[in-house]
């Protein structure tokens, strides 16, 4: 699936660029190569933009290969955040597991 808006950045790399949604704070990394980008779900790559926007991100917002739609993060999905300015999500920790 080609998923619009996104750049190649090298051959195991896209971009979801600091413009692709409102309010994002920074951009988004996947960790795919191009056999891997066909599998990619539009609600992943939102999902990546979306943890963009969270208050006090520190870098980028980042995605594994394994990238999948998850609830709020995507699964595979990594990000930082400042700790006095930034959050904690039990999204990107994982709750679905007990």
Known sequence: MTIEGL???DENRIEIPKD???GMKTNGIIFVDSALEKALEAGSVAQVANVATLPGIVGSSLA???IHTGYGFAI???AAF???EGIISPGGVGYDIN
Do not use: F, Q, S
Request: glycine letters at 14%.
């Open 7 to 9: 750049k190649r950045i």
């Open 20 to 22: 692709y949604k409102a």
């Open 64 to 66: 594994m290969p394994d």
């Open 76 to 78: 595979g999905g990594v």
């Open 82 to 84: 400042d700790l006095k």
